[in-house]
């Protein structure tokens, strides 16, 4: 059974094998945790996501899918990219979110990662309600089936760690 942990602060600063990327389709960084992971992870990060491109995702990385490159000097041996939905208000399919949360853990599995450290993806400018992602994270990081020995939420603020905190409690941890 996979452990879950709650870490608030900077994903960036985490130690894992795998650290989980909330990247845009194009995997070429932009802002918030993308961002953050493009520049302090250095340019191996960037040069693996443009032969990725140019390789196998010409038009950028499916939303609910995950794929992995380097680490660059990040603490970890694999950044795993997924792009998460963007909320489009009451009655959103959290189908997608679930996916990319099994996707990463997918992934992380082909790669022999026992921890990982995941951000609260599409929490920021795409809007998800932080409560309904928390159930959507825990709920399917608990139905797993993976290898994954200990998957940590990394979460940028008080509120987010809050959300996070009362679903790990209502799942039981």
Same mark, same amino acid.
């Given at each position: 059974m996979t452990t879950i942990r709650l870490v608030?602060?900077?994903? #960036?600063?985490?130690?894992?094998?795998a650290i989980v990327n909330a990247a845009n389709s194009s995997l070429l960084g932009g802002g918030g945790v993308d961002g953050?992971?493009?520049?302090?992870?250095?340019?191996a990060i960037l040069a693996d996501c443009r032969r990725l491109r140019a390789a196998r995702y010409g038009k950028g990385l499916p939303v609910g899918r995950a794929v992995a #490159? #380097?680490?660059?000097?990040?603490?970890a041996?694999?950044?795993?990219? #997924?792009?998460g939905p963007v909320y489009q208000g009451p009655g959103s399919d959290p189908a997608l979110l679930a996916s990319c949360y099994r996707e990463s853990l997918r992934v992380a599995d082909e790669l022999g990662a026992r921890t990982v450290a995941f951000p609260?993806?599409?929490?920021?400018?795409?809007?998800w309600p932080m409560a309904d992602a928390a159930r959507v994270a825990v709920e399917t990081v608990r139905a797993a089936k993976t290898d994954v020995e200990v998957v940590t939420f990394?979460?940028?603020?008080?509120p987010a760690y809050g959300a996070f905190a009362?679903?790990?409690?209502?799942?039981g941890s």
């Open positions: 608030q602060g900077d994903i #960036t600063r985490q130690s894992a094998d953050a992971i493009h520049r302090r992870g250095g340019p #490159t #380097t680490a660059g000097d990040l603490d041996r694999w950044v795993i990219h #997924t792009v609260a993806i599409s929490t920021g400018v795409f809007r990394v979460l940028f603020d008080e009362a679903r790990v409690g209502a799942e």
